[in-house]
């Protein structure tokens, strides 16, 4: 003769229903781990390799010149990376005096991609020795920035300018080929510009 089973008791349940609850919680960290550690999506990497000035002239205290700008960008996700809305500003002394839009592109997982930007700058005046001063007072580099005082008005035309060149990249990226997340880099650099002949003496970004 077969005896009945009894149904599982109460306790029983509840021991199932808190082994489960332990066993979703450590998968969850598990998951939170993998994701933070391998998954997890990061910015961009910009690097300037070199600028250069292939035209230069200085005309009635007004330069004008043509600025290439030579990087890298490293992409350092496990996806693909889509870039767009991406630019080149560059200034002097906290006027915008050139800009170009970075055309579309994709960078492949772990990889690197070299880009050149080279725009033509209108002429525009060079600054006067007071406000160059007053412009170039946050910054921290310390490469000399010349000027002849007492000639030409005083405007800053003696042995070098100074240029501020300033890239912004927008971009997405996927995780686990399911999820799309945004991201975004920047790079600022000082261009230091030998007046007499348009040479780059340095940069520093």
């Not at 229903?17 to 998951?31: K, N, P, S």
């Not at 070098?160 to 600022?188: C, P, Q, W, Y």
Request: with cysteine.
């Amino acid at each position: 003769m077969v005896k009945p089973q009894r149904p599982p008791s109460g306790r029983t349940n509840l021991a199932s229903c808190i082994v489960a609850t332990i066993f979703l919680i450590f998968l969850v960290i598990i998951v939170l781990i993998v994701y933070f550690t391998v998954f997890k999506p990061k910015d961009p990497k910009i690097s300037v390799n070199s600028v250069q000035l292939p035209s230069f002239s200085v005309s009635n205290n007004s330069v004008s010149f043509t600025f290439s700008q030579y990087i890298s960008v490293k992409n350092p996700n496990r996806a693909a990376l889509s870039h767009y809305d991406s630019s080149i500003q560059l200034l002097y002394s906290g006027s915008q005096v050139g800009f170009m839009f970075i055309p579309a592109g994709k960078i492949e997982a772990g990889r690197a991609q070299y880009m050149a930007a080279t725009f033509a700058v209108q002429s525009f005046p060079l600054a006067a020795a007071n406000e160059a001063s007053a412009a170039t007072m946050p910054t921290t580099t310390t490469e000399p920035i010349g000027w002849l005082g007492g000639s030409n008005n005083g405007y800053r035309v003696g042995p070098t300018m100074e240029i501020e060149s300033r890239m912004e990249m927008a971009g997405r990226t996927r995780v686990l080929n399911f999820f799309t997340h945004h991201v975004d880099a920047k790079s600022e650099c000082r261009v230091t510009i030998a007046v007499s002949d348009g040479s780059v003496l340095g940069f520093h970004c």
